[in-house]
């Protein structure tokens, strides 16, 4: 046979992707003929030679005219970069609180579950609600257990046989197996999910505390999850939806609604779980005086903020 009939069936099913890649070149020119201006353009090939073309545009397309391939209005590449800049430093300090959240979490997670006064309680299926998500979420913990070459989890493979304490387990699972954990733990007075809501209360309209119910606080987790992951792998945050929603305290709740989320809402959640007022309010100061920085520059809307966002996040007897 001279040809191969199954190679030339696949040739003509396949989508013919028609764009060419550009040249660092063709990229600058195609800048150049929709409009954009460069004061240097050595800091344009800098920038495509090391952010890239195709990042740099999630920053470049509000102002972009996919209609007549356009600038709608004067845009300079040095404000992009600026704009980039932005949210490379927005993301920084953002994933330094939520590190802080997060570890804050895994020791108040140990601290509830212990209170079945069993190390190896987390292996006993009695304390979660759903069995057959247990044991989705205890393969997924084995795999990560497994994968860890932490020094305290070698000790326990050679010390105790293998049997691996809750404290342990804690410290190697992902923050979105940890959250999977959690809204999986049986609620109820004497049982963890109690006790670590505890550590979490807010104050209700009426001026009483109240714990937050396990929905509530496993959705403030998952969002918090989704921004870290966003911020670990250096996404973009400015002018993005976000699709996840956490449920906000009825004080905080935008009225009206905006029309998607960003992550005002997260930063809300992020509030929510603060392990500290002091450590928020570090957080809380960075964060206005970063978008004071660039005040000129970007636009609190494009990262979802309303007029009084500051009232929201500040906690009360605070300022910046």
Not at 26 to 48: C, D, H, N, P
Request: glycine share 4%.
């Amino acid at each position: 046979f001279k040809h191969n009939p199954v190679k030339l069936f696949v040739e003509e099913i396949m989508y013919k992707y028609t764009k060419k890649i550009m040249s660092i070149n063709e990229q600058i020119q195609s800048y150049k003929t929709a409009g954009m201006k460069f004061k240097k353009l050595e800091t344009v090939r800098l920038a495509l030679e090391t952010i890239g073309f195709y990042r740099l545009r999630g920053y470049i397309y509000p102002f972009y005219d996919n209609s007549n391939k356009k600038f709608r209005n004067e845009i300079w590449f040095e404000d992009i970069l600026m704009i980039y800049e932005f949210d490379q430093r927005l993301s920084i300090i953002l994933f330094d609180m939520i590190k802080k959240i997060e570890v804050a979490l895994r020791c108040r997670l140990v601290d509830a579950i212990l209170v079945y006064k069993d190390a190896l309680i987390v292996h006993d299926s009695s304390i979660f609600e759903d069995k057959k998500i247990y044991w989705k979420n205890m393969s997924v913990i084995s795999s990560e257990i497994s994968r860890s070459n932490d020094v305290f989890m070698k000790h326990h493979f050679r010390k105790h046989d293998g049997a691996i304490p809750i404290w342990a387990i804690v410290e190697v699972v992902s923050f979105g197996t940890l959250s999977k954990l959690i809204k999986n733990l049986k609620s109820g007075k004497g049982h963890a999910y109690a006790t670590l809501a505890s550590r979490y209360k807010y104050i209700s309209k009426k001026g009483n505390e109240v714990k937050p119910a396990k929905d509530m606080l496993t959705s403030w987790i998952h969002s918090i999850t989704i921004l870290r992951n966003m911020c670990a792998h250096s996404s973009r945050i400015y002018n993005r939806v976000i699709n996840t929603a956490p449920e906000l305290l009825n004080a905080d709740k935008q009225c009206p609604k905006s029309n998607y989320n960003g992550i005002y809402e997260i930063l809300l959640a992020m509030k929510y779980m603060r392990p500290s007022d002091d450590c928020w309010m570090d957080f809380y100061k960075s964060l206005c005086q970063l978008i004071e920085e660039y005040e000129n520059i970007i636009d609190v809307a494009a990262i979802n903020f309303p007029e009084d966002w500051q009232s929201h996040l500040v906690i009360l007897g605070n300022d910046c």
